[in-house]
């Protein structure tokens, strides 16, 4: 038997609120399926399993808050008899902090709803969350109709609640990072033209639904940099350094309604441009609907952020707890660069590394700088 | 209304359907026709492509990368999506 646990997606989370299951008791899931669906302050998110097997048993109901690390369900792995005394064994889809038994019993006490089991699995469906909403029915009691209309509200303007607890988990999270993190700052400037115009041959052969952006040409060159490299790889945690052994690269996406998320492209060094592209594209349609997976948001091993969009020619970010470095990118522009003694006009990005000094030096962020501007000068390479 | 015309006003409120499915909580009432469609929006590069997928999708124009600065604007895309469809 293995307990799923509420995972921590995320350095400043601390409760995370069921929304729906995805699977049947009794159901086989395999690992990397989606469990379960959970609301956090900041985003509706996906729950992967990190385990195949048979779910046994579910502890918390749809629209139950509890702390991160609480039991929320109970699998049967392969090769299990249903009957086993076996202890269960701890897993998680990220590192978690040991249940709060006492607090979770309040917390599930507060949550007891007085709302009809129709409406409760329609609130499910729809991702409404009852204690939200206001009943109507006789003694106060939610009705199918409450919660229609409260999924009507809720297409019509986000809730302002999300708004503020993205600001305060923003807060939290970058208020720690300036406060514990001795940051030392590189910038550079790299010429773009060989993979601009590598890019643009590249996107005139390729069908409007497979073109690449520029983008995921500097995002396979920081994972590339990032193996040369290594120790800006890494999270720093319990006053230690813990090197990573792959290459998640959490990429910046600033949500419509205001604030940002940076879930993860996993094994970024591995994949193929087209794949990364492909991701890339996937990931960011459903970080702005509000649907990011557990995975890309607990496993991120570096970020980068690109505000080149704003206009903007340089960005010096704030390193995002516990990973140790993140990347900058600013605009492309043209400005006159002298190539092998001759001055020419050439489209050119400022990089930048944010770096945590308590992990690497000015010397090492240099080579990672260097390594990300040699790369891009060879993009059929990437 | 000329047939040319109303052909104008259908593909602009087809290109003003797209762009809100990318940027649903814009107001696109108060979309100036001669702006930049991708300050205005605040749409960005990813924002962008799918737009120029979705056109591809709903009126079978793929637009190349060199023409992107010819669908700039409301105004512009839909004269240029005009032409395209006239040259099939």
Redesign the interface.
Known sequence: MANFVMPKLGADMNMGRLLSWSKNIGDRIERGEIIAEVHTDKADIEIESFISGVIEKYLIEPGEEVPIGTVIAIIRKDGEVTTTNETPVEIAAAPTVAPDLSKRETMTETVRLHISPVAKKLAAELGIDPTQVKGTGPGGRITREDIENAAKTKTEKPAPDRQTGMRQIIAAAMARAKREIPHYYLRTTIDLKRALDWL?QE??KR???D?L???VLLIKAVAMALREVPELNATWENEQVNPKPSINVGIAI?L??GGLIAPALLDADKKSLDELMQK??DM??RARAGRSRSSELSDATITITNLG?QGVEEVFGIIYPPQVALVGFGKIVERPWAVNGMLGVRPIITATLSADHRVSDGHRGGLFLSALDRLLQEPENL | MTPEKTKEVELQATVLRLLGDI???ADLTSLNPVLSIRDQL?I???DF??F??AL?KELHI?????DYTKIATLDGCVAYCLQRLEHV
């Open positions: 643009a996107n005139e069908s409007v639904a073109r952006l520029y983008g600033s419509r309604q890339f594209r960011v349609q969009e | 940027a649903p909580e605040d960005d590069s990813m492509l799918n120029v997928i591809d793929a637009v190349p990368e060199t």
